[in-house]
């Protein structure tokens, strides 16, 4: 019988499965950080449950964690009780942990992909919305809540629902200046920030085939911005080019074998999705938000959508985003004066980001009025940055390199947008006081966000290359 991708590597991960009730699935890898492991840990010893198969458990510090003088105490109180028990749990439990000062610390959906640990056919979860972020390699990968967690610790297992499946193929050649994040923030304004709910998504099409692993894990990262379970991307060889050689990839005989399985992870021609949605890479445009979801995007030359032509019952809900965001019906964006620009997360963090934002701002200038923090996505991240010399173009330019964490994506840690203040941010959500109370977000990807920090405005940055 023909099957989807995801409907492949579910059945192949199914231990249980009984009519009328979820799968049980078994879950190949299960990634960890300090915010939603702590009460699962908890539950653990109430229980008196050892952690089941603490190998296939990986842990990061990174919600929490400072990016600037990570070598100090952390300052705030919270965020260093939280590191400091995820340290206490990983060892009494006898799971890895790359917390600070290690060489493979960073965002955990950075370094699982880095590593090798993120693989094609996985089944992996973590505590994290964003997880979905793996699906890039061909794997099923989705968030779980703390209750979960312990599920996942005491068995390895989960109690799944199998979703419906959709597929949304992105055919044709991207504008210059478009990218990745563009692709998304694209998508994402045409079906809404609900129109992917209940589903895993396979993103197909020539223009996602033509993207790199690291510009596939920017549109895989914000799947769940759609309501999605998760999304996915078929490996191909750019996924086996990525993965050879990688810390914990296979090598030798057990590589050849896994990728021969690996060839056999794609949608069969006849298999059935749910849900099939087509676009034209032609028609997108640089993106950016106007609102307090990432549903409400548009073109960045285009005026923002006025509050009648929404249906009537999100009308208030509509003027209410826009009040927050100091917007009105019909305005535009372009020329909009910006105070903090962000350039990282689990969305735009990876070398890539920092490359093409470096040879952007070479030989220019940020605005004087404009802070810039540029924070990579781990260690391994910054290291190469460096040695790159990525890091002095940014010091010229007046951009402020940062050390790894999730920093500005959410006001978890030091690294905090004040109040009514715009941040021009390539993170992945823009909710209100998402970044800081209050603070104001528009999503880009990293060249828009280059444009904003060397311009001080929101610019169009097919003008500038």
């Known amino acids: 019988m023909s099957k989807t991708l995801v409907e492949k590597i579910w059945d192949a991960h199914v231990v249980k499965r009984e009519e009328g009730f979820p799968d049980i699935i078994y879950i190949d890898t299960h990634l960890i950080h300090?915010?939603?492991?702590?009460?699962?840990?908890?539950?653990?010893?109430?229980?008196?449950?050892p952690v089941f198969r603490p190998n296939q458990t990986v842990a990061t510090a990174d919600h929490n964690v400072p990016t600037l003088n990570q070598h100090l105490p952390?300052?705030?109180?919270?965020?260093?009780?939280?590191?400091?028990?995820?340290?206490?749990?990983?060892?009494?439990?006898?799971?890895?942990?790359?917390?600070?000062?290690?060489?493979?610390?960073?965002?955990?959906?950075?370094?699982?992909?880095?590593?090798?640990?993120?693989?094609?056919?996985?089944?992996?979860?973590?505590?994290?919305?964003?997880t979905s972020t793996h699906g890039a390699f061909g794997a099923i990968a989705f968030g779980i809540g703390t209750s979960q967690v312990e599920q996942v610790f005491a068995t390895q297992c989960?109690?799944?629902?199998?979703?419906?499946?959709?597929?949304?193929?992105?055919?044709?050649?991207?504008?210059?200046?478009?990218?990745?994040?563009?692709?998304?923030l694209y998508i994402i304004a045409k079906i809404s920030a609900a129109g992917g709910t209940g589903y895993f998504i396979e993103y197909a099409g020539s223009a996602i085939r033509s993207l790199s692993m690291e510009a596939r894990m920017t549109i895989c990262n914000m799947s769940i911005e759609m309501g999605a379970r998760g999304g996915l991307i078929a490996p191909?060889?750019?996924?086996?080019?990525?993965?050879?050689?990688?810390?914990?990839?296979?090598?030798?005989?057990?590589?050849?074998?896994?990728?021969?399985?690996?060839?056999?992870?794609y949608s069969d021609d006849d298999a059935q999705f749910d849900a099939v949605l087509e676009f034209d890479a032609a028609d997108i445009?640089?993106?950016?938000?106007?609102?307090?979801?990432?549903?409400?995007?548009?073109?960045?030359?285009?005026?923002?959508?006025?509050?009648?032509?929404?249906?009537?019952?999100?009308?208030?809900?509509?003027?209410k985003a826009l009040n927050y965001m100091g917007f009105a019906d019909d305005a535009p964006i372009l020329g909009k004066p910006v105070d903090y620009v962000f350039i990282g997360?689990?969305?735009?963090?990876?070398?890539?980001?920092?490359?093409?934002?470096?040879?952007?701002?070479?030989?220019?200038?940020?605005?004087?009025?404009?802070?810039?923090?540029?924070?990579?996505?781990?260690?391994?991240?910054?290291?190469?940055?460096?040695?790159?010399?990525?890091?002095?173009?940014?010091?010229?330019?007046?951009?402020?390199?940062?050390?790894p964490g999730c920093s500005a994506c959410l006001g978890m840690n030091e690294d905090k947008i004040p109040a009514g203040k715009y941040c021009v941010s390539t993170s992945n959500r823009n909710f209100e006081g998402r970044q800081g109370p209050n603070a104001r977000t528009m999503l880009v990807s990293p060249l828009t966000a280059a444009a904003a920090a060397v311009t001080g405005i929101i610019t169009d940055v097919r003008e500038l290359i």
């Open 236 to 265: 191909d060889q750019t996924t086996f080019d990525y993965v050879e050689g990688r810390e914990f990839a296979p090598k030798g005989e057990e590589w050849d074998q896994a990728l021969a399985y690996w060839k056999t992870l």
């Open 74 to 130: 952390i300052k705030e109180e919270l965020s260093r009780y939280q590191v400091d028990m995820l340290t206490k749990n990983c060892a009494e439990f006898g799971i890895n942990l790359y917390g600070l000062g290690h060489p493979y610390q960073g965002i955990v959906h950075v370094i699982g992909p880095e590593l090798g640990i993120t693989l094609p056919g996985k089944t992996m979860v973590c505590g994290d919305s964003h």
């Open 158 to 184: 989960l109690l799944q629902q199998k979703p419906k499946t959709m597929k949304i193929e992105v055919n044709g050649d991207l504008q210059k200046g478009v990218g990745a994040k563009d692709i998304i």
């Open 345 to 403: 997360s689990c969305t735009n963090s990876r070398i890539e980001d920092l490359r093409e934002v470096a040879a952007f701002v070479q030989g220019k200038q940020k605005a004087e009025q404009v802070e810039v923090w540029i924070v990579p996505g781990s260690k391994q991240v910054e290291k190469q940055a460096i040695e790159e010399g990525l890091d002095k173009i940014f010091e010229a330019a007046g951009f402020q390199l940062r050390e």
């Open 285 to 319: 445009a640089p993106m950016i938000t106007y609102g307090t979801n990432p549903g409400m995007g548009m073109g960045i030359t285009e005026n923002i959508p006025a509050t009648q032509a929404q249906p009537e019952s999100e009308q208030p809900s509509y003027q």
């Open 34 to 49: 300090e915010v939603t492991s702590p009460q699962a840990f908890d539950g653990l010893r109430k229980r008196g449950l």
